[in-house]
Nanobody, 123 residues
Framework: VQLVESGGGLVQAGGSLRLSCVAS????????MGWFRQAPGKEREFVAA????????YYADSVKGRVTISRDNAKATVYLQMNSLKPEDTAVYHC?????????????????WGQGTQVTVSS
């Protein structure tokens, strides 16, 4: 699976962004997908994940209530809608395809990663 993210940018605190991740490869339809982020000087952090069917979503406590993950398997695309953005949300956001349905909050569960898209939230 090859993954390409888009939709990042500069936004003021309180604003919204919608990230997209387009996948190529037959494995997308059966793969749970996740979003992680990495801020400068920090480790990669789990943000959200979604089951292969789209029926179940998981969120980090830090973004719960502000972020929604979704997917369109017909378009081989996963989305991350982010609202009420805060300066601490500033990071490079990566989408990833998981090898299996468990441990979706762990980076080691994922076998394919995109290059990332920069999100910068100004105060």
């Amino acid at each position: 699976v090859q993954l390409v993210e888009s939709g990042g940018g500069l936004v003021q605190a309180g604003g919204s962004l919608r990230l997209s991740c387009v996948a190529s490869g037959r494995a997308f339809r059966g793969a749970p997908m996740g979003w992680f982020r990495q801020a400068p000087g920090k480790e990669r952090e789990f943000v959200a994940a979604i089951s292969w069917s789209g029926g179940t979503a998981y969120y980090a406590d830090s973004v719960k209530g502000r972020v929604t993950i979704s997917r369109d398997n017909a378009k081989a695309t996963v989305y991350l809608q982010m609202n009420s953005l805060k300066p601490e949300d500033t990071a490079v956001y990566h989408c990833a395809a998981a090898r299996g349905p468990y441990g979706l909050d762990k980076a080691s569960t994922y076998g394919a990663w995109g290059q990332g898209t920069q999100v910068t939230v100004s105060s």
